[in-house]
Every structure is written in C-alpha cells, then in structure tokens.
C-alpha cells in the first residue's frame, strides 16, 4: 500500500524540483529541441516496481501524471490538461503487470524501465496532444518522438541514481503489510 501523505509529498516536491531546478539539467540539441530527464517519471516507475495493489500504482501515475499537466513542467508551452495522467496510468499499468519479469534490483532493469515508461508515455501524451490540436499538427510528431526518445535515454541514465534515493525512502513511501514481504 501507498503511505498517501508521504506519497503526496513527494511528488509535489518532484513536480515542483522539475519545474525548479530541475529546468538546470535541460539542454538544447540543436535540430532537435531540449533534452531533459522527467524526474516524476522516476517515482511513477519506482511505485508501479514495488507496490502491491495496481489500483494503488494507477492511481499514483494518475496523481503525478496530472501534477505535470497542471504545471506544466513534463514540456514548453500551453497544452491540454488530461493527456499526461492518462499516459502516466495506462504505462504504469502495464509496468506493473510485467514487473515480475525484471530483476528490480539491478540497475539495468531499472534503467530499462525508466527509458520503457518514458518513451511509451511521452509517445502517448503527444498523440493525445496532437488530436485535441494543442500541438500543430502530424507533421512535427517524428521530430518529437526523437527529442522524446533522448530524454527517455536521459531519464534512464539517472534512473539508478534516483533509485538508490528513492529506496532509502521505500518505507516512508510504501507499506509492507499487504502481500508478501519487501525484502531484497
């Protein structure tokens, strides 16, 4: 289960250190755009690997998904409220679900889950951007995808240090009690 205070507490401190200071690890490629890592990102990946109830981890994703939305930090410029807690809970739903087939200890898995969730659930927040015409249209959706995709390798780069953090805070964050034990 979900210690929720604590749990709302760190993703408003995420939400607002992406927004933040966060902004200072964002680069400009040229011809490609700004790179930067999505740090909720990180908690939403950590939460779908070890909690046990999956209406627990989507409503979590649905909760930092929205924090994005409403202050715009998951990218630049206006864009549409909804589209990123429906991302953020249709890949963390599925990350649950397949979680089992990753050792989570190991820092490639993480690595690997955090450029999956990002890559898939920055693809479908632009698709839902795109048709609700936040975004200008079809055409700048492959250029997109591939700012999308290097900040998903970013975001995975500094999975396992974020991780390292984030397990520390295991027991503030989630409880034990329900299933089997947490152990590593």
């Known amino acids: 289960m979900i210690r ?22 964002v680069f400009n490629v040229p011809q490609v755009g700004p790179i930067g890592p999505d740090v909720v990102a990180m908690l939403a990946v950590f939460v779908a690997m070890f ?14 998904g929205l924090g994005l939305d409403l202050t715009n930090s998951g990218g630049s410029g206006a864009t549409v409220v909804g589209p990123m807690p429906i991302a953020y809970v249709l890949t963390a739903g599925v990350l649950h679900r397949v979680r089992e087939a990753f050792f989570r200890e190991l820092w490639l898995a993480q690595a690997i ?28 959706f492959g250029w997109i995808t591939l700012e999308i995709a290097i900040s998903a390798v970013y975001t995975a780069i500094l999975m396992p ?23 590593f």
């Open 4 to 25: 929720w205070p604590a749990f709302l507490l760190a993703a408003y401190l995420l939400v607002v250190f992406q927004g933040t200071i966060g902004r200072l690890l």
């Open 113 to 140: 889950l955090a450029f999956l969730f990002c890559l898939a659930s920055h693809i479908v927040w632009l698709a839902l951007q795109t048709l609700f015409r936040s975004l200008p249209d079809w055409s700048a």
């Open 161 to 183: 240090f974020v991780f390292a953090v984030l397990r520390k805070c295991r027991s503030w964050l989630l409880s034990a009690s329900a299933g089997a034990s947490m152990t």
């Open 51 to 64: 909690a046990r109830n999956t209406t627990d981890v989507m409503l979590a994703a649905w909760v930092l």
